[in-house]
């Protein structure tokens, strides 16, 4: 297992007591035991599902935004046909 740098140390596992290795998911520091899985501090779980909710809302609105460009396209073309079968 490997130990970040800096002043943190590497943090023992709940379960077995090995130490824990240090992965960064979604901007927020977890510890990782290869046996028994991934450890959360306080306010880490509510700081990636925040992460999570705004990326979730800037895809929705790029597709949203991509509709809207698609259906004017269309729109228009299907509106200028519509023209010639009067």
């Given at each position: 297992?490997?130990?970040t740098?800096?002043?943190?140390?590497v943090?023992?596992c709940p379960?077995c007591?090995?130490g824990?290795e240090?992965?960064?998911e979604?901007?927020?520091e977890?510890?990782v035991?290869?046996e028994?899985?991934?450890?959360?501090?306080?306010?880490e779980?509510?700081?990636?599902?925040?992460?999570?909710?705004?990326r979730?809302?800037?895809?929705?609105?790029r597709?949203?935004?991509?509709a809207?460009r698609?259906g004017?396209v269309?729109?228009?073309?299907?509106?200028?046909w519509?023209?010639?079968?009067?």
């Amino acid at each position: 297992m490997s130990e970040t740098s800096g002043s943190e140390s590497v943090r023992p596992c709940p379960v077995c007591r090995q130490g824990m290795e240090h992965e960064r998911e979604h901007g927020v520091e977890i510890d990782v035991c290869e046996e028994h899985g991934v450890w959360l501090d306080a306010g880490e779980l509510e700081a990636i599902v925040l992460k999570l909710k705004a990326r979730a809302g800037r895809q929705r609105r790029r597709a949203v935004d991509s509709a809207r460009r698609r259906g004017k396209v269309s729109g228009a073309f299907w509106g200028w046909w519509s023209l010639l079968g009067e």
